[in-house]
């Protein structure tokens, strides 16, 4: 971690200037949406200043916006190793276009069609292919995650897939405990059968690179507000299925990927601030390993937070009044993100994220929209859990204070 620039990091949010009662506040919310750079900030400023208008015209402000639209739709193509631009889609947010491609996926599928989720997701991963299983009244299948480690087993997996299984709607790493789930090795089951499998990338997307080629998945979603970016929702799939395709759409709406898949206008300032948040990254990158790549970015975020997590269970092991739900042992970090679920013994959950919040340290409390999760664990009536969230804006003195807190709680 010494060779992190994390001071440099720091310096570019400005949020983290933030004070309680003189006391510097610890940004540990990131898991429900990140701080953004200075970066994203004058970039959506200037979008206004500059650029504000919609597509098609032939005048300087709409050129302008079609400019940072291909340039950010080329940066995420980088950033999830898409092989076309034109594989990405923007929208409102991953609810949004999950509940959107549900309604299209759902037009295909066979009356003795079934759909897998699991108990792990975030809701907006589960509520979407229920709903459309319901009007097509198919049958929906969930794939349980083991209780000691928070985690999915392909194990259960197979007992759960067949050639009926027409998608497996799956995270990529729970919102609510860390875990990570090892997308490659269930699309090679999914192939199996012919199943398409669709992937919420939405937690992960700050912690660590995003390779759709090696995921081998057909789909995927995330938000940029949760990797230091604006609220606005990115989708990815191949280009040939996205032009075969039939979407729903207005009819002067493009024919063609991606237009034909955005409906209506888009947030061109969000998009502009998307860009800026990949800008950002490169400059991260330049710092750690005297390149502008993505990849790199992200790989150095992954080290270094790796580190943070290790520290962090190391030390919490120690207070036995702290419960950890899912992967507890500071050895096996590389199996989940530094997003932990917690509950302390003796307080409820909101209780403690009052009394932490008044300390200066931001954390959130409940189910967080993991529900079916929530309730497996039976916490359902008990207020659900502290979530505690570091990403790489993070520092160890951060860590080391939290710490502290939850043994005076």
Not at 93 to 118: D, G, H, Q, Y
Request: glycine share 6%.
């Amino acid at each position: 971690m010494e060779s992190f620039p994390i001071t440099w990091v720091r310096e570019q949010f400005p949020a983290l200037r933030l004070s309680v009662d003189r006391v510097p506040a610890i940004f540990l919310d990131g898991p429900g949406g990140t701080q953004v750079p200075e970066f994203v900030i004058r970039a959506v400023s200037d979008y206004y200043r500059t650029s504000n208008s919609n597509l098609g015209g032939r005048f300087l402000t709409s050129q302008n916006t079609m400019d940072i639209v291909e340039r950010a739709r080329a940066a995420l193509a980088e950033f999830l190793n898409a092989k076309h631009t034109e594989e990405i889609v923007f929208g409102q947010n991953m609810t949004s276009l999950t509940f959107c491609l549900s309604r299209v996926l759902a037009k295909s599928w066979a009356p003795t069609a079934e759909v897998i989720v699991t108990s792990l997701d975030h809701d907006a991963n589960i509520s979407p292919w229920r709903l459309a299983a319901a009007e097509k009244n198919i049958t929906v299948k969930t794939w349980q995650f083991r209780k000691e480690t928070c985690s999915l087993d392909l194990e259960d997996l197979r007992m759960l897939i067949s050639n009926r299984t027409a998608l497996i709607a799956v995270t990529l790493a729970s919102n609510a405990v860390g875990s990570l789930v090892d997308i490659q090795s269930l699309g090679k089951l999914a192939k199996q059968v012919g199943a398409k499998v669709f992937v919420d990338a939405v937690h992960f997307a700050p912690h660590g690179k995003i390779d759709v080629q090696t995921l081998g998945c057909d789909f995927l979603a995330c938000s940029a507000y949760k990797f230091f970016g604006p609220h606005i929702g990115v989708f990815w799939a191949h280009q040939e299925w996205l032009t075969q395709t039939q979407n729903f759409k207005v009819r002067p709406a493009s024919d063609q990927p991606p237009g034909k898949w955005e409906t209506g206008t888009q947030s061109f300032e969000s998009i502009a601030g998307t860009l800026a948040a990949l800008d950002y990254l490169r400059n991260l990158a330049n710092r750690t390993s005297a390149t502008t790549s993505l990849d790199a970015a992200m790989d150095s975020v992954r080290r270094y937070e790796l580190g943070l997590s290790e520290r962090f269970l190391a030390s919490l092991a120690r207070n036995r009044r702290v419960k950890v739900y899912g992967i507890s042992d500071p050895k096996q970090v590389a199996r989940r993100t530094p997003t932990f679920a917690l509950r302390v013994e003796g307080v409820h959950p909101d209780v403690a994220a009052e009394k932490l919040g008044k300390r200066g340290i931001f954390v959130w409390s409940g189910h967080f929209y993991a529900v079916d999760l929530i309730e497996r664990l039976g916490l359902s009536d008990q207020g659900g859990v502290i979530r505690v969230g570091f990403v790489h804006y993070n520092t160890v003195e951060e860590v080391d204070r939290i710490l502290e807190a939850l043994k005076e709680l």
